[in-house]
């Protein structure tokens, strides 16, 4: 070890580099405010895409100052990174963010050196923070309606007020209050005990903000979340009142874009978050609330003590192979990996590049609840007896160059991975009339909400879709994807000739990225009921006008309302 190897002086300048990170990401969070109040959508979409590519752009400036500031020769002695470890450890101890701390030394650290020097003696694989939690400050606010719900609803929107005025605030509240007395059963209501939580920071994404909390008494307890809406020239609207929990969870999805909030103790806010939905993991909640990276530790985390503490072991993920990526699965963890090809179908006119370009695209979009949020991995490291030979022999066939096998270790190279959801195409299979009316009916929605993100999925075949357990359809199949506004929709021209009408291949030039709506029944049906039933509930998407009505909102700068939750009783404007 070099003499005075300058371990707090490396610690210190991570650390540095983590503060900077985070003042830029609060900047961004706290204009989130100002931009709901000045209904400025587009700088809204904007800001979401920047906040997401801050973390990458803050760690290669921070790996970049470490090299410059340094000796080759004493930073990159592997040996020496536990004297890093333990230096930065008493950095953070004292810190409210301290568990983002620890992914920022670990993003670090993997800048700096191959991932075959990772180990948690060097760096932060599993945690040193839940033995040092201390009592956080309170975050929430509590009303106590005492039998009087109408005054306790006036006193929460008096505490939250906004540059904006309520458009229509007794009138809101009147309707707040009949829709709590339908969701919560009469003797709540009366109960002396009834309380209302909410975290004291709103929470904002795309067009809406969102008061967070839960409803509870002695006994029981109900999730609170309520939507507002910034109506330009109208003021703000008080949207909706929601306390299903299957709901909620659908408005802190996987599928949608990350929420801006203030939270001064994230670890805080997790574990409120965590209370009113027990089915989530904290790996999808730090997600939902822009710590991706973050959640990609908490996610690493779990699966290595799912395969450490079971017998389950990788196998295909089931439905039909794909002819871009190979996907397998744990049974028991409900995740999927997908991996590169080594040969692509003849039919599919993308390389290695354009897929890994499509599927990072998908991070920085507005997902809309239509599209699967996916992490991105590299080097992953896995027991050979994790793998069910067929399994392993059919990587190892499609994806030489990504996955090998090193002794008693599989090494997957490079892989993403996403929520496990039941392919659209399984599910028609086993699904009643209702089900795949049902199905059907939120298949369109789904290709309908894309585009009016400005996503055109490309490839809409069913098996590209899935279903989750709260029976949304979800694409989530990048390789095709593409901006609807350079998609070039068009009607098929006329025969000019008989011989035209009986040709087996079009008469007519076809440029790479047109697109004949005209053509989608028979290549996303085979079955002739579901073609059928799908022209009446969507036959729309069958014709280009519709397509480039769409373009021209899109391109005049206009962004759609997508909302995550039923609106009753309200237009859909």
Request: hydrophobic letters at 40%; glycine letters at 6%; a negative charge.
């Amino acid at each position: 070890m070099p003499q005075q190897w300058p371990a707090a002086d490396i610690a210190r300048m991570i650390l540095d580099g983590f503060d900077d990170y985070r003042e830029h990401f609060r900047q961004i969070t706290d204009g989130a405010r100002a931009r709901f109040e000045q209904a400025q959508w587009q700088e809204t979409q904007s800001a979401s895409a920047a906040r997401i590519n801050l973390y990458e752009d803050k760690v290669a400036e921070t790996v970049e100052r470490l090299r410059s500031s340094f000796q080759t020769e004493a930073l990159m002695d592997v040996s020496c990174w536990p004297l890093v470890k333990s230096a930065y450890i008493s950095l953070i101890d004292l810190r409210f963010d301290d568990e983002l701390s620890e992914t920022w030394y670990n993003s670090i650290f993997c800048g700096l050196f191959s991932h075959d020097l990772i180990s948690d003696g060097c760096m932060f694989i599993h945690t040193t923070r839940p033995s040092l939690r201390r009592a956080r400050a309170a975050q929430t606010r509590i009303y106590k309606p005492q039998g009087q719900l109408s005054g306790m609803l006036a006193s929460i929107f008096s505490d939250y007020r906004f540059g904006e005025d309520y458009a229509d605030l007794p009138g809101d509240l009147r309707r707040l209050e009949a829709q709590l007395r339908e969701n919560l059963p009469d003797w709540v209501c009366k109960d002396p005990e009834l309380s209302v939580e909410l975290f004291s920071s709103v929470l904002y994404r795309n067009k809406g903000a969102y008061l967070v909390g839960r409803i509870y008494t002695r006994d029981e307890q109900w999730p609170l979340v309520i939507p507002l809406l910034h109506r330009e020239g109208r003021g703000i609207q008080i949207d909706a009142l929601i306390t299903d929990e299957a709901d909620v969870s659908i408005i802190f999805s996987f599928t949608r874009s990350y929420f801006m909030v203030d939270v001064p103790v994230p670890a805080e806010f997790i574990g409120f978050l965590k209370r009113i939905l027990p089915g989530k993991h904290i790996a999808e909640l730090y997600t939902s609330i822009g710590f991706y990276k973050h959640g990609k530790s908490e996610f690493y985390r779990a699966l290595i003590n799912h395969l450490a503490n079971t017998d389950d072991q990788f196998i295909m993920a089931p439905g039909v192979r794909g002819m871009v990526m190979s996907v397998f699965t744990l049974p028991g963890f409900n995740t999927v990996f997908k991996i590169i090809k080594d040969r692509f179908s003849p039919s599919k006119n993308v390389d290695r590049a354009t897929v890994i370009e499509k599927y990072r695209l998908v991070k920085s979009v507005d997902r809309v609840g239509r599209m699967a949020d996916t992490q991105e991995f590299a080097d992953f490291r896995f027991p050979l007896s994790k793998f069910d030979p067929a399994c392993l022999e059919e990587l190892l066939e499609v994806a030489a160059s990504t996955v090998s096998v090193e002794g008693d270790t599989v090494l997957i190279r490079h892989c993403w991975t996403e929520r496990r959801m039941t392919p659209l195409n399984l599910y028609l299979e086993n699904a009643n009339d209702d089900q795949v009316r049902e199905a059907l009916e939120d298949y369109g929605l789904a290709i309908k909400q894309l585009a009016a993100a400005n996503i055109f999925p490309g490839d809409m075949l069913l098996k590209n879709f899935g279903v989750t357990r709260h029976g949304r359809v979800v694409f989530y199949d990048y390789d095709e994807i593409c901006f609807l506004t350079e998609a070039n929709f068009r009607h098929i021209p006329q025969p000019r000739t008989p011989e035209d009408e009986m040709a087996s291949e079009p008469w007519y030039s076809i440029g790479p990225l047109d697109v004949f709506p005209e053509e989608f029944p028979p290549f996303l049906f085979a079955d002739a009921g579901q073609r059928k039933l799908f022209d009446q509930l969507h036959g729309e998407l069958y014709n280009a006008d519709y397509w480039k009505s769409l373009q021209e909102a899109i391109r005049a700068g206009k962004v759609i309302d997508v909302f995550p939750y039923r609106r009753k009783g309200l237009d859909n404007e």
